[in-house]
């Protein structure tokens, strides 16, 4: 079951037509009150304004999302004829640092996965 929004998009056309007048954001936040987790009212808070003024906005057609990039996986890396390996983005992946050295640990227990070690 989805949670029920505490602004409606008619508390959103509210908020950016308060922005494009060009009320000070804590005044809108004032405006704008929701229950406490003690049952109290509350002002927006800045991260709420943030959230809400970004959805007032793709709402309104001012700004537009970009659509989810798809992530292709796993990088794949082949072992040469010669039995090396060349990993183009290795420094950047382990934080490792030019003379930095490695050993191949081999499967432990269950596991078929080999780990590279640092040496120290």
Do not use: C, H
Request: charged fraction near 35%; glycine fraction near 6%; aromatic fraction near 6%.
């Amino acid at each position: 079951m989805t949670r029920k929004g505490k602004w409606s998009p008619e508390d959103r056309k509210k908020l950016i037509r308060l922005v494009e007048r060009g009320v000070p954001e804590q005044d809108i936040r004032k405006q704008f009150k929701t229950k406490a987790t003690d049952g109290q009212l509350r002002p927006m808070t800045a991260v709420e304004f943030a959230q809400q003024l970004k959805t007032a906005l793709v709402e309104a057609g001012k700004i537009k999302q970009a659509p989810k990039t798809k992530n292709s996986g796993p990088r794949v890396y082949k072992v040469t004829a010669k039995g090396r390996l060349t990993i183009a983005d290795f420094s950047q992946k382990a934080s490792a640092s030019t003379g930095d050295r490695y050993r191949l640990k081999p499967p432990q227990g269950r596991s078929k996965t080999w780990k590279l070690v640092p040496i120290d």
